[in-house]
């Protein structure tokens, strides 16, 4: 494994870098104390009575984690058998991706340890084994799929070689039919052009393409379990429902078992065969997940349940005025290709014209790909584009970078991961305040702290809370940070960019509901870009439909959610299961 530690460090073997970092042996000597009281989990005692472990692919027994002072799991059981497809469920700080990771001790062994618990694999203890044997299972014999591709997939190598590394290391193919390999696994992961995909880097793979990318590491060894951590969060609904249906089609041709961490219900209702239930570390209910999502008998799967986003949007009058107006506006990016190194034109955006008035919130939905993220990048000007762009009737796109400047206070835009677009050196008071010390230097201290008082109060975050760092919050809290920054300057047009798309559903349904508020309150106007579009039909005005860098189509919400017209939308709709 020494090639795997000083070289490449794929998208799999990115475990062995992990368990370098204080897994295997050294936990299960310093952090691992058996026996120690805990607080009683009335959810997973019927387990521990019927659960021989040893019959089971995967038993987890008792387990316990623990950061620092903080009991993040609490004596939870739960087993996979062969074939089979269990999901742990729960919202952020559960404690289901804390479990998970347990299995191949990819924590923080530096801060956590397991008071108690005990995991049998095939037979065999593996908490607290030794480096070498944890490096031996992952990655070969357990296969992981993580929610964030971009940090695990090595930035400075092609993705081909990142597959292809893994299988030689594990499995000793040739490079010939390790690349074969490789390709036919993109493939199989509907990933477009693979030939040209394994001589891709991840940066240049939209979210879904690197989310898909990762999945076919992970199948690269034939693993098999799949421990698949929010595997579809970053995927648009046919890519999403493409991604399941591979995964169970793997499930039935090779009986791999799968164990699948997420938040999406809708998911874990369409996939699973048994459910588990966690909250605040402790799994309250589980079962066969017929029965758990037609007769939920704890409270807080039933409140799981419910969360999802709902409501409509109020109507906007008809003397709304226009705040943002597109006309055949473009996007091309330029790479190297052609003869004698000629310049290749790949055009992302085509010719899409829109109005987007005050109050209004426009909606774009559309797959990994088409163009969406794009488009609000250059309204922004943040990438090079063609064709007028008009803010309150004014062209801005013809205007100097110091023109701009002033015009960026009222033009904003909110990041997908708020945790990579918040400094993590600035503290939660900094962070709000950036904006106003930029753009209203005016300010004295006190009038800028009110301000940011202010701006946290509108979004739910409690004021006192501004000496913390972003790593001290939730993904919900940092998405609300996201807004407080951006709100603090009280702009009148804000890009949405998939906003809630790795948020769970209560917290989806929160922010949709303080989005809306907050709109109503301020009159700002949005382009919300998301793939979710039970989300999109709960705030927006309107929608546009986009495939290809085209509008496919385009109308009211209530039209093109009940009445779409082209074959595209109706795909998209069925896909997400709400046509």
Known sequence: MGKCRAGLSSGIDYFARMGQGGGGSKQGSAGRTLGQEKP????????????????????????????????????????????????????????????????????????????SGTIIFQGQEILGASDRDMRRLRGNEIGMIFQEPMTSLNPLHTVGRQIVETMRIHRGLSVKDAEAEATALLERVRLPDPPGKMLAYPHELSGGQRQRAMIAMALA???????????????????????????????????????????????????????????????????????IFSAPEHTYTQHLIQARPRGRPPELPVTAKPVLELKHFCINYRGRGGMFGSSKVFQAVKGVNLQVREGEALGVVGESGSGKTSLGLGILRLIESEGPILYLG????????????????????????????????????????????????????EEVDERVRQALEEVGLDPEWTRRYPHEFSGGQRQRISLARVQVLKPTFVI????????????????????????????????????????????????????????????????????????YTQELLAAAMLA
Request: proline share 4%.
């Open 40 to 115: 009683a989990n009335a959810g997973t005692e019927a387990i521990r009575k019927r659960t021989n472990m040893s019959e089971h692919l995967l038993s987890v027994e008792d387990l316990s984690v623990r950061f620092g002072s903080t009991d993040a799991v609490k004596g939870t059981s739960f087993y996979v058998d062969r074939g089979e497809i269990v999901s742990i469920v729960g919202e952020s700080g559960s404690g289901k991706s804390a479990s998970a990771l347990s299995v191949l001790q990819l924590l923080p062994y530096h801060i956590a340890s397991h008071p």
């Open 221 to 291: 060894n034939k693993p098999s379990l799949l421990i698949a951590d929010e595997p579809t969060t970053a995927l648009d609904v046919t890519a999403q429902a493409g991604i399941l249906e591979l995964l169970e089609e793997l499930n039935r041709e090779t009986n791999m078992a799968i164990l699948l961490i997420s938040h999406d219900l809708a998911i874990v209702e369409k996939v699973a065969t048994r459910v588990y239930v966690m909250t605040q570390g402790n799994v309250v209910e589980e079962g066969p997940a017929a029965q």
């Open 394 to 445: 004014k062209r801005i796109d013809n205007i100097s970078t110091q023109e701009l400047k002033p015009l960026r206070k009222n033009l904003q835009i909110v990041f997908q991961d708020p945790y990579s677009s918040l400094s993590p050196r600035l503290s939660l008071r900094d962070i709000v305040a950036e904006g106003l010390e930029l753009h209203e230097s005016h300010l004295t201290p």
């Open 496 to 567: 949405l960019d998939e906003p809630t798309s790795a948020l769970d559903m209560s917290v989806q349904a929160q922010i949709v509901d303080l989005l809306r508020a907050l709109q109503q309150k301020h009159k700002m106007s949005y382009l919300f870009i998301s793939h979710d579009l039970a989300v999109v039909r709960s705030l927006c005005h309107s929608v546009i439909v986009m495939k290809d860098g085209d509008v496919v189509e385009s109308g009211s919400a209530d039209d093109v959610f009940h009445r779409p017209q082209a074959p």
